[in-house]
Nanobody, 123 residues
Framework: QVQLVESGGGLVQAGGSLRLSCAAS????????MGWFRQAPGKERDFVAQISWSGGATLYADSVKGRFTISRDNAKNTVYLQMNSLKPEDTAVYYC????????????????WGQGTQVTVSS
């Protein structure tokens, strides 16, 4: 009932910045809690950040706190992930996801997923 499409990934040197975008369609965007996850080859899909319906509450994984910022623009049905001070260990496919209830922050707690966008950080 909702479709998510990520964009903005690419190649960046360590210490650089990228901004990822996730465009949503199919249902009312403001009805959903939005999150970002990432997955490296051979690894599990890990939580990165979450933002509430209004944008008033955010949550970050310890590994990205202070470097990444999640935000949303409900008028544009879009969620963003601003990534600063990037490290090689940030290299992964980044996925946006949506859920209708503010519950847990594991991948299993989210109902809808995008296809992902590759972020590569060179050392």
């Amino acid at each position: 009932q909702v479709q998510l499409v990520e964009s903005g990934g690419g190649l960046v040197q360590a210490g650089g910045s990228l901004r990822l975008s996730c465009a949503a369609s199919g249902r009312t965007f403001s009805s959903f809690v939005m999150g970002w996850f990432r997955q490296a080859p051979g690894k599990e899909r890990d939580f990165v950040a979450q933002i509430s319906w209004s944008g008033g509450a955010t949550l970050y994984a310890d590994s990205v706190k202070g470097r990444f910022t999640i935000s949303r623009d409900n008028a544009k049905n879009t969620v963003y992930l601003q990534m600063n001070s990037l490290k090689p260990e940030d290299t992964a496919v980044y996925y946006c996801a949506a859920k209708s209830v503010l519950s847990g922050v594991t991948a299993a707690d989210y109902n809808y997923w995008g296809q992902g966008t590759q972020v590569t950080v060179s050392s």
